[in-house]
């Protein structure tokens, strides 16, 4: 190891200002709201309590709602509007809810590029929301901004037939993200890579980047979504900066115009062809840690710099953990890393030691949901539906990830989207339905 409608008006006022960055909001900031697929604080950490601790099929749920279509996006929520990504008779779709499980729309777009993993859909990237507009993206290269009240179209356009064929070897997954005035999203794949950002208001394109890394045949290919923090004066960063993991390189860009501000490489010292990465970077302070070499290492990354600055900005790195799908969460300094197998960890950020870990029970079927921490516990969910509640380690000397003794539960159906866990309701997207927890 190394180290509008009345509707509309009383809905958007509760919209914080123009600004929405995520992954530097303090811990619980609009605990009421779960603006993009790892919540409130971009760090998979949630607020509230009084959340089901055990459930099933026919156990503390609230409701189930079948889906029209196949789907692996994360659900957003805000106010009292669930909005998740899925298929509707061929083509692209979204479709909304209320917090009781009624519909109250349903959007269909162009048509669906269909999955070709058997756990992949056309619908895996989530959509993010500023809650005036909610903004999707799909495998078929379609983006779009609908109103989140009825679902109406904004804009729309579709980055494959302006810029070029997807040329991954699977299925596309990386989610958009906001800045100040745009909608991010990453292509990362064999041949021509770039960030491209969108007028939140206006769809227009305001800029594109290319982004060409020297990494071998399918190393050169991501599905990792991308980071936004404000950024740090005392660094030398400017206002909004954009982390991006992929091509066996972190990237670092002005979110304003889309400009390299650092690059580390290194990720990929042997130059291996497969280390495409899927699980993205999470913020802790001044550190980017990110997780690649299909599980195999974790790397910290301290801010600032310009430049190749792979030689003297590497924190620390850990080369026997990481994470290959699932996207590690943090709280209070601390980087809980579930690996694909069910292996959980508990990292310091200071120097990457691990204070606590536990092996989950063996299994065929692995771990794809990121894990989510809230109410003192860590939720991890395997493929095939099976949840654990682990124990969130406290801050005394003797750290510990215990398994919460019947805690958990099982919905019996393919489950790949993280949970979201808003005022005490834990929404559940599984392929084909969405589900409702919570204590009754």
């Not at 756990?119 to 500023?130: E, F, I, L, Q, W």
């Not at 050169?220 to 030398?236: E, F, H, I, N, R």
């Not at 991006?244 to 400009?259: C, E, F, P, Q």
């Amino acid at each position: 190891m190394r180290f509008a409608p009345r509707e509309a008006r009383l809905l958007r006022a509760a919209v914080w200002p123009a600004v929405l960055l995520i992954a530097v909001l303090p811990w619980g900031a609009r605990a009421d709201n779960w603006p993009t697929w790892r919540g409130p604080s971009g760090d998979g950490s949630a607020a509230g309590t009084g959340y089901a601790t055990s459930w099933g099929p026919s156990q503390n749920v609230l409701w189930r709602v079948k889906l029209p279509g196949l789907g692996a996006s994360t659900p957003v929520v805000w106010g009292d509007r669930v909005v998740v990504t899925c298929a509707i008779d061929g083509k692209d779709g979204a479709v909304c809810l209320d917090r009781s499980g009624k519909e109250l729309w349903r959007r269909s777009l162009g048509a669906e590029k269909p999955g070709k993993h058997k756990k992949a859909t056309g619908a895996n990237p989530s959509p993010v929301t500023d809650g005036e507009r909610v903004f999707v993206y799909y495998k078929s290269g379609e983006l779009a901004a609908l109103d989140l009240v009825d679902g109406s179209v904004a804009w729309r356009t579709n980055l494959q037939t302006q810029f070029g064929e997807d040329t991954l070897w699977w299925d596309l997954g990386t989610s958009p993200v906001l800045t100040k005035d745009a909608v991010i999203v990453a292509v990362m794949q064999t041949g021509p890579s770039y960030l491209a950002a969108f007028d939140r208001r206006s769809g227009k394109l305001l800029w594109k980047h290319d982004r060409l890394l020297d990494a071998p045949e399918e190393a050169a290919q991501s599905y990792s979504t991308p980071m936004v923090a404000a950024g740090d004066a005392a660094l030398g960063e400017p206002a909004e900066v954009l982390f991006v993991l992929g091509a066996d390189h972190v990237t670092a860009h002005d979110a304003a115009d889309g400009r390299e501000l650092w690059r580390v490489g290194g990720l990929n010292p042997t130059g291996h062809k497969y280390f495409r990465s899927i699980a993205s970077p999470v913020l802790v302070a001044d550190l980017v840690v990110a997780p690649y070499a299909r599980g195999g290492t974790l790397t910290a990354i301290r801010r600032g710099g310009s430049g190749d600055v792979t030689t003297s900005h590497v924190a620390w790195v850990r080369d026997d953990l990481g994470a290959d799908v699932p996207t590690p969460a943090e709280r209070d300094g601390r980087i809980i890393v579930c690996t694909d197998k069910g292996r959980v960890e508990c990292v310091a950020s200071t120097n990457g030691e691990t204070l606590a870990k536990v092996e989950l029970p063996k299994n065929r079927n692995a771990y794809s949901a990121s894990p989510v921490v809230v109410d003192g516990r860590v939720i991890v969910i395997r493929e095939d539906g099976q949840a654990s509640l682990l124990a969130w380690p406290g801050k005394v000397a003797e750290e510990r990830l215990e398994v919460v003794a019947a805690g958990g539960g099982n919905l019996e159906e393919m489950t790949v989207a993280t949970p979201v866990c808003v005022d005490g309701r834990m929404f559940v997207r599984t392929h084909d339905s969405l589900w409702c927890i919570g204590e009754k």
